[in-house]
């Protein structure tokens, strides 16, 4: 029975996207080559990596794929109106991808047989991410700035070694942006001593390669919140996930 209920599940990804596109395989390899890049790709990165040719079919293959919901546009902050990074958002699709697919040639109990494993936890984490950036308005309402004009982008360094990111940038008209850092664990977060250099550089990287004069603050939004220990003092402002779905006041 299980074996037939597993089969059931993995032949639903291939149904789904026949159900909705006329020409499905470009649409499978798109989001097969996000889902193995969990951060993004550029447009360019993405046509190369799902092996189609730019122009009108991938044009319209991702416009098809963004407007259903499976994939999401997060324009650079450096660069927001030709640069950026498309992402694999849909729950389904991902959860697809990562496990059904990796685990029905290995063992049919994966799922249950792999809870403790580093790739449940990358799981865990990157789950968490797509939540939290799916959440924007309830980060902003915990900051205090739901009323604030505030462009939401992502940003990568072209410059800084080790590489530095930060997957939500929100940039207020009040003359601040908010870094955040987007963290899941079991338990509260404790920062370390690298983690907070780590932190420091990251800022100092953004500005001084986007040159912006507004004010910096590192935002930790984890699941539990943080330890108030003597690396904390790298964070301005912290989000819990409770707070994603805490209601309006």
């Keep these: 029975m299980l074996r037939e209920e597993r089969g059931a599940a993995c032949d639903e990804y291939g ?3 026949r159900s909705l596109f006329a020409h499905p395989d470009r649409h499978m390899r798109m989001v097969e080559a996000l889902a193995a890049k969990p951060s993004g790709l550029t447009r360019e990165a993405l046509v190369r990596a799902a ?3 730019t122009g009108g079919s991938a044009t319209g293959t991702l416009e098809e794929l963004e407007h259903c919901g499976f994939i999401v546009y997060d324009p650079d902050f450096t660069r927001p109106s030709n640069g950026g990074y498309y992402r694999l ?4 699709t991902l959860f697809h991808l990562r496990h059904m ?3 029905r040639r290995t063992d049919e109990h994966q799922w249950t047989n792999g809870l403790e494993d580093g790739g449940r936890h990358a799981w865990a984490g990157l789950a968490f991410e797509q939540v939290c950036l799916a959440h924007v308005p309830q980060i902003k309402r915990r900051l205090g700035i739901a009323g604030v004009s505030t462009t939401t982008t992502t940003w990568r360094s072209r410059r ?3 590489a530095a990111q930060v997957d939500l940038v929100l940039d207020r008209r009040d003359g601040v942006i908010n870094l ?3 963290k899941y664990t079991r338990h509260p977060y404790a920062l370390t001593k690298q983690e907070h250099a780590a932190l420091e550089r990251r800022r100092e990287a953004f500005q001084i390669e986007t040159r912006t004069p507004k004010a910096l603050h590192t935002t930790m939004v984890t699941t539990y919140g943080l330890v108030a220990n003597a690396y904390a003092s790298a964070v301005q402002s912290q989000v819990v996930m409770d707070d994603l779905f805490a209601a309006a006041d």
């Design 180 to 182: 955040c850092e987007l």
């Design 89 to 92: 958002v849909d729950p389904f």
């Design 160 to 162: 800084a070694n080790p």
């Design 15 to 17: 149904e789904l996207y």
């Design 51 to 53: 092996g189609l040719v």
């Design 101 to 103: 697919v990796a685990g």
